[in-house]
């Protein structure tokens, strides 16, 4: 019985964010103080929420976050690695959800490079193995995603992303794994201050729309705060940012679940 | 110091040269406060508070307030900056020292010139030295040198009210609540004394229609009265009150009596930081305290204190507890114009104690506030479940602990509050000046079901402090000169059963407005506003439906431009769809036009609105202008046009003011329900209003 209802609540809680939890992005305890309003982003985490700012990064980057999720059995932890390489950036992850009665284990690897001065984008290809106890067994799928930023100038940027476009289908009953778009931009008002916006849709979904603040309270550290809608999440957090280290905390609080905390690091060498 | 005098200068020299920031010969109400005003009467406060937030400003429009001696406190109470502008004033003044003129306030960091312009009528610069301990005259001198005030207001509703007819002896003796027993005559009478800041007294005297003048009941006159009686900085204490006043303590959670600002389309100004003592000058004939209160400094301590008695209006139960009153509710609305509500007129007496002490630096704030009443008679609500947690009894007491810090460009406050031996509530929140362009305001609140704070006037979107939680966020983006980006977003839910909701329930609002203005004068601005809160269902057939999302949404195109100098033009277009499916929808649109010229002593407003919604559900709330310290907020509904004309004439010291307002509707053919019920399609008023001073 207690697995049944950990199972309900694990689908539950997975559609929170998309209707299934292959599609686990946006990661990164920053994307998540931002309320998830990262398209645009450009940093390590990138190879999770959009592979085109894998042509910004200039140097080799290693890191960890942890999700802790409503309950222990939905905690999620990913590992991911960075290379610049091949005129371009090569990423890598993987990532572990769930518990022993249902897991989900994701490997994925990255390509993102410059298109332009302004314009970079970037594809992933993302394998699947997800494992339910029980009757329903196991299943292995394939699919993929690419994305585009463009830095219009130096106080906006324009990032757009494209997750399953061959809408890949899950499980025995053929369940379809989701086609999600999201599409944004982030605003510098001033250098302490950054505006980020976001949408994100699913065919036959409501649309979320994201709105997240950055602010560096000195040259480290950083405020963050974000809320979404469909369903309502605040989002706050934390980042303390240095020449090779980029440690970030958050806690999402959703209104009928509570608060999920987040914590991420990665190093650049 | 050399480079502010030099930038002043030339801000001068270019104020003079191109009068872009001229003095308002207008003198009338900022459009964000009128915004404000018309969305408090949509969440059901008594419109009375809203005449006492504009009678604060008129009384800033009439005595300008001195930047360059104003406190916090003073500036709080234009209801027009945010905590952190206050700060920035404050910090600039301090640094840079008294301000040269009014049109300095953009070089503040937090300014603008928009803000400049609507701060402009309430405030002048004059001298920096402080004028406090000034010996008040003797009383010859006093009333010599004070500024007197005679205000009179008369009018009435034209057409008949069925509560107004009249009826055979034996019918009437038969049915005595089917009638009024006055007259529909609308009586107001204010007279007012202010000398400087120091003193301030005054007395009202108010009849409702329906209620009786020197008759029955009110056989000394008047069915309200009220006097205050208010000193302040005088060499003995701060501020003494004597007679009727309001108290406001830190956020509100234990004490705020009078107007408190809730969620508008100034979507920053939801801190609380006037936490004072203030003359009650409004006409709500409950909400108030009557007795003395004082409030002294030493150093940065600062002690108030008040005591308060008065019988109140109750619904009495049939029962008796020990031989005491068993009331079931408090009443508000202050109508005493039927045998019914005269016996229930001011029948509980109500004692209520509270004090504050707090610590003031010029970054920190904290205070601790307690609050202890008690009641003649036994309080003992109705037993349904949504009742449950609320105060039952005879007394009971408030504590609570407020604090406002100035972190950088971060305003933090909060007050947390405790119902001893019942439940807590906290309101905590954060304001920041982000960039010169981009200030937000995240707020949280988290109160109890179990929490009982009879007086208290915390931001909430429930009727009172209790049984919620929830996250509001604010946000306001100076795109580019004139284009200002708005909004908000409240998310928020009620743990236990509330009102029309038979299980705990939550919902959202937001507000997202950009405003234009492209020269002076010439303003629009776009409003969206969504609701979505969980009703009971109402579906009579099937019986009560199990709890539903209740959608609520309102488009809204405002245009204000000046079509000659003294003539000023306001349309507006409104769309309003409400419950599920959009169920009940409609749209109203108007056209007023504005006169007031300084060369002229006749001033008017006229308005022509057409308005065609489903029913109520889908009603839109305008603001109309109105008589000096009167609001008129009319929901249209149904079908039909408003129109009315409202007339100022000035003479001397004598102002005159006639209204007349008619609603005409198409399909209707009785308005009302009850004893207020008329039997046309339409209904027009007419109201007069004469002010002397002497």
């Given at each position: 019985?207690?697995?049944?209802?950990?199972?309900?609540?694990?689908?539950?809680?997975?559609?929170?964010?998309c209707s299934t939890?292959g599609a686990d992005y946006?990661?990164?305890?920053?994307?998540?103080?931002?309320?998830?309003?990262?398209?645009?982003?450009?940093?390590?985490?990138?190879?999770?929420?959009?592979?085109?700012?894998?042509?910004?990064?200039?140097?080799?980057?290693?890191?960890?976050?942890?999700?802790?999720?409503?309950?222990?059995?939905?905690?999620?932890?990913?590992?991911?690695?960075?290379?610049?390489?091949?005129?371009?950036?090569?990423?890598?992850?993987?990532?572990?959800?769930?518990?022993?009665?249902?897991?989900?284990?994701k490997?994925a690897?990255?390509?993102?490079?410059?298109?332009?001065?302004?314009?970079?984008?970037?594809?992933q290809i993302d394998?699947y193995?997800?494992?339910?106890?029980?009757?329903?067994?196991?299943?292995?799928r394939v699919t993929f995603e690419a994305?585009?930023?463009?830095?219009?100038?130096?106080?906006?940027?324009?990032?757009?992303h494209l997750f399953n476009p061959v809408s890949q289908t899950w499980?025995?009953?053929?369940e379809p794994l989701p086609v999600i778009i999201r599409?944004?931009?982030?605003?510098?008002?001033?250098?302490?201050?950054?505006?980020?916006?976001?949408?994100?849709?699913q065919p036959?979904?409501?649309?979320?729309?994201?709105?997240?603040?950055?602010?560096?309270?000195?040259?480290?550290?950083?405020?963050?705060?974000?809320?979404?809608?469909?369903?309502?999440?605040?989002?706050?957090?934390?980042?303390?940012?240095?020449?090779?280290?980029?440690?970030?905390?958050?806690?999402?609080?959703?209104?009928?679940?509570?608060?999920?905390?987040?914590?991420?690091?990665?190093?650049?060498? | 110091?050399?480079?502010?005098?030099?930038?002043?200068?030339?801000?001068?020299?270019?104020?003079?040269?191109?009068?872009?920031?001229?003095?308002?010969?207008?003198?009338?109400?900022?459009?964000?406060?009128?915004?404000?005003?018309?969305?408090?009467?949509?969440?059901?406060?008594?419109?009375?508070?809203?005449?006492?937030?504009?009678?604060?400003?008129?009384?800033?429009?009439?005595?300008?307030?001195?930047?360059?001696?104003?406190?916090?406190?003073?500036?709080?109470?234009?209801?027009?900056?945010?905590?952190?502008?206050?700060?920035?004033?404050?910090?600039?003044?301090?640094?840079?020292?008294?301000?040269?003129?009014?049109?300095?306030?953009?070089?503040?960091?937090?300014?603008?010139?928009?803000?400049?312009?609507?701060?402009?009528?309430?405030?002048?610069?004059?001298?920096?030295?402080?004028?406090?301990?000034?010996?008040?005259?003797?009383?010859?001198?006093?009333?010599?040198?004070?500024?007197?005030?005679?205000?009179?207001?008369?009018?009435?509703?034209?057409?008949?009210?069925?509560?107004?007819?009249?009826?055979?002896?034996?019918?009437?003796?038969?049915?005595?609540?089917?009638?009024?027993?006055?007259?529909?005559?609308?009586?107001?009478?204010?007279?007012?004394?202010?000398?400087?800041?120091?003193?301030?007294?005054?007395?009202?005297?108010?009849?409702?229609?329906?209620?009786?003048?020197?008759?029955?009941?009110?056989?000394?006159?008047?069915?309200?009265?009220?006097?205050?009686?208010?000193?302040?900085?005088?060499?003995?204490?701060?501020?003494?009150?004597?007679?009727?006043?309001?108290?406001?303590?830190?956020?509100?959670?234990?004490?705020?009596?009078?107007?408190?600002?809730?969620?508008?389309?100034?979507?920053?100004?939801?801190?609380?930081?006037?936490?004072?003592?203030?003359?009650?000058?409004?006409?709500?004939?409950?909400?108030?305290?009557?007795?003395?209160?004082?409030?002294?400094?030493?150093?940065?301590?600062?002690?108030?204190?008040?005591?308060?008695?008065?019988?109140?209006?109750?619904?009495?139960?049939?029962?008796?507890?020990?031989?005491?009153?068993?009331?079931?509710?408090?009443?508000?609305?202050?109508?005493?114009?039927?045998?019914?509500?005269?016996?229930?007129?001011?029948?509980?007496?109500?004692?209520?104690?509270?004090?504050?002490?707090?610590?003031?630096?010029?970054?920190?704030?904290?205070?601790?506030?307690?609050?202890?009443?008690?009641?003649?008679?036994?309080?003992?609500?109705?037993?349904?479940?949504?009742?449950?947690?609320?105060?039952?009894?005879?007394?009971?007491?408030?504590?609570?602990?407020?604090?406002?810090?100035?972190?950088?460009?971060?305003?933090?406050?909060?007050?947390?509050?405790?119902?001893?031996?019942?439940?807590?509530?906290?309101?905590?929140?954060?304001?920041?000046?982000?960039?010169?362009?981009?200030?937000?305001?995240?707020?949280?609140?988290?109160?109890?079901?179990?929490?009982?704070?009879?007086?208290?006037?915390?931001?909430?979107?429930?009727?009172?402090?209790?049984?919620?939680?929830?996250?509001?966020?604010?946000?306001?983006?100076?795109?580019?000169?004139?284009?200002?980006?708005?909004?908000?977003?409240?998310?928020?839910?009620?743990?236990?059963?509330?009102?029309?909701?038979?299980?705990?329930?939550?919902?959202?609002?937001?507000?997202?407005?950009?405003?234009?203005?492209?020269?002076?004068?010439?303003?629009?601005?776009?409003?969206?506003?969504?609701?979505?809160?969980?009703?009971?269902?109402?579906?009579?057939?099937?019986?009560?439906?199990?709890?539903?999302?209740?959608?609520?949404?309102?488009?809204?195109?405002?245009?204000?431009?000046?079509?000659?100098?003294?003539?000023?033009?306001?349309?507006?277009?409104?769309?309003?769809?409400?419950?599920?499916?959009?169920?009940?929808?409609?749209?109203?649109?108007?056209?007023?036009?504005?006169?007031?010229?300084?060369?002229?002593?006749?001033?008017?407003?006229?308005?022509?609105?057409?308005?065609?919604?489903?029913?109520?559900?889908?009603?839109?709330?305008?603001?109309?202008?109105?008589?000096?310290?009167?609001?008129?907020?009319?929901?249209?509904?149904?079908?039909?046009?408003?129109?009315?004309?409202?007339?100022?004439?000035?003479?001397?010291?004598?102002?005159?003011?006639?209204?007349?307002?008619?609603?005409?509707?198409?399909?209707?053919?009785?308005?009302?329900?009850?004893?207020?019920?008329?039997?046309?399609?339409?209904?027009?008023?007419?109201?007069?209003?004469?002010?002397?001073?002497?």
């Amino acid at each position: 019985m207690r697995c049944a209802g950990l199972f309900i609540l694990l689908v539950w809680a997975g559609g929170l964010p998309c209707s299934t939890r292959g599609a686990d992005y946006p990661v990164g305890a920053r994307s998540w103080a931002l309320a998830r309003a990262s398209v645009m982003l450009v940093d390590f985490w990138c190879i999770t929420h959009n592979q085109g700012g894998l042509g910004w990064l200039e140097r080799p980057v290693v890191g960890f976050t942890h999700q802790s999720g409503y309950i222990p059995e939905t905690d999620h932890q990913i590992l991911g690695v960075a290379l610049p390489c091949f005129a371009g950036c090569i990423g890598g992850s993987l990532s572990l959800y769930g518990y022993e009665h249902y897991q989900q284990y994701k490997a994925a690897i990255a390509y993102g490079r410059y298109l332009s001065p302004k314009l970079a984008g970037g594809i992933q290809i993302d394998y699947y193995h997800t494992r339910i106890s029980g009757v329903y067994g196991q299943d292995h799928r394939v699919t993929f995603e690419a994305g585009l930023l463009l830095r219009a100038n130096d106080q906006l940027v324009l990032g757009a992303h494209l997750f399953n476009p061959v809408s890949q289908t899950w499980g025995r009953y053929q369940e379809p794994l989701p086609v999600i778009i999201r599409l944004g931009a982030g605003i510098h008002f001033s250098r302490p201050l950054q505006l980020l916006v976001e949408v994100e849709k699913q065919p036959g979904q409501v649309a979320i729309p994201k709105m997240g603040f950055e602010y560096a309270f000195s040259r480290f550290f950083f405020l963050r705060t974000g809320v979404s809608l469909n369903p309502t999440l605040h989002c706050f957090g934390i980042g303390y940012h240095t020449r090779h280290l980029q440690a970030d905390m958050a806690y999402a609080f959703h209104p009928v679940l509570g608060g999920m905390p987040h914590l991420s690091m990665a190093y650049a060498f | 110091m050399l480079s502010r005098n030099l930038i002043v200068t030339c801000l001068l020299l270019q104020v003079l040269c191109i009068p872009c920031l001229q003095a308002q010969t207008d003198r009338e109400l900022p459009r964000a406060l009128k915004d404000v005003i018309e969305q408090a009467s949509r969440q059901s406060q008594s419109p009375c508070f809203e005449g006492q937030i504009a009678q604060e400003l008129f009384h800033y429009l009439q005595y300008p307030l001195n930047l360059n001696q104003a406190t916090p406190e003073q500036l709080g109470r234009l209801h027009l900056l945010t905590p952190f502008q206050i700060n920035s004033f404050i910090a600039y003044r301090n640094q840079y020292g008294p301000l040269y003129s009014v049109y300095e306030l953009p070089l503040i960091y937090g300014f603008n010139e928009q803000l400049a312009r609507k701060l402009e009528p309430f405030v002048y610069t004059g001298s920096h030295r402080p004028q406090n301990n000034r010996q008040l005259p003797g009383p010859g001198q006093l009333l010599d040198q004070a500024r007197k005030q005679l205000m009179l207001r008369t009018g009435r509703i034209l057409e008949q009210q069925d509560g107004y007819r009249s009826r055979p002896d034996s019918v009437a003796e038969a049915h005595p609540n089917r009638c009024f027993l006055g007259s529909p005559m609308r009586v107001y009478t204010k007279l007012s004394l202010n000398y400087y800041d120091q003193l301030r007294a005054g007395v009202t005297l108010d009849k409702d229609p329906g209620e009786t003048l020197f008759g029955h009941d009110n056989a000394h006159g008047f069915d309200f009265h009220s006097f205050h009686l208010f000193l302040q900085n005088n060499r003995w204490f701060d501020k003494l009150a004597i007679g009727d006043f309001d108290v406001r303590y830190g956020q509100g959670l234990i004490t705020w009596s009078g107007f408190s600002l809730s969620k508008s389309s100034m979507v920053l100004n939801q801190v609380k930081n006037q936490a004072c003592l203030d003359p009650y000058t409004s006409s709500n004939e409950n909400k108030f305290f009557r007795g003395i209160g004082l409030e002294k400094s030493f150093s940065s301590w600062k002690l108030s204190c008040f005591y308060s008695g008065k019988k109140v209006d109750a619904n009495l139960a049939d029962t008796l507890i020990n031989g005491r009153k068993v009331f079931t509710s408090l009443l508000e609305s202050g109508y005493h114009r039927i045998p019914r509500e005269i016996e229930n007129e001011r029948v509980i007496r109500e004692r209520i104690m509270g004090g504050r002490l707090s610590y003031n630096r010029s970054r920190l704030k904290v205070g601790f506030n307690g609050l202890w009443y008690r009641f003649g008679g036994i309080y003992r609500r109705a037993p349904r479940p949504e009742n449950a947690f609320r105060f039952s009894g005879r007394s009971n007491s408030n504590i609570s602990l407020d604090y406002q810090a100035v972190m950088g460009p971060f305003y933090l406050f909060g007050e947390e509050a405790l119902t001893p031996g019942r439940g807590m509530a906290f309101l905590n929140g954060l304001s920041g000046q982000l960039t010169d362009r981009v200030a937000m305001l995240i707020l949280h609140r988290w109160y109890e079901r179990d929490y009982q704070g009879l007086y208290s006037g915390g931001f909430s979107e429930g009727p009172r402090v209790q049984n919620e939680r929830g996250i509001y966020w604010g946000l306001q983006l100076d795109l580019s000169a004139g284009l200002t980006f708005k909004g908000y977003l409240d998310t928020w839910c009620f743990p236990w059963l509330s009102y029309r909701c038979p299980a705990p329930s939550r919902g959202r609002g937001g507000l997202l407005e950009l405003h234009y203005t492209p020269r002076k004068n010439l303003q629009m601005y776009l409003r969206y506003q969504g609701e979505t809160r969980m009703v009971d269902g109402q579906d009579p057939l099937s019986g009560p439906a199990p709890v539903q999302p209740y959608p609520k949404t309102k488009l809204r195109y405002h245009l204000r431009y000046p079509i000659t100098p003294a003539i000023t033009g306001d349309n507006r277009i409104e769309w309003v769809s409400s419950g599920p499916g959009r169920k009940s929808s409609g749209w109203m649109i108007y056209q007023d036009l504005g006169y007031r010229s300084s060369n002229n002593p006749f001033g008017a407003d006229i308005r022509c609105a057409l308005f065609h919604t489903d029913d109520y559900h889908a009603r839109i709330y305008a603001y109309e202008d109105d008589l000096l310290y009167a609001f008129s907020i009319p929901a249209y509904y149904a079908k039909g046009y408003r129109t009315y004309l409202n007339m100022k004439y000035s003479w001397n010291e004598v102002d005159f003011w006639l209204k007349w307002a008619r609603t005409h509707y198409f399909n209707k053919q009785t308005i009302g329900s009850g004893l207020n019920q008329i039997r046309g399609p339409h209904k027009s008023s007419l109201y007069f209003q004469i002010r002397v001073n002497f």
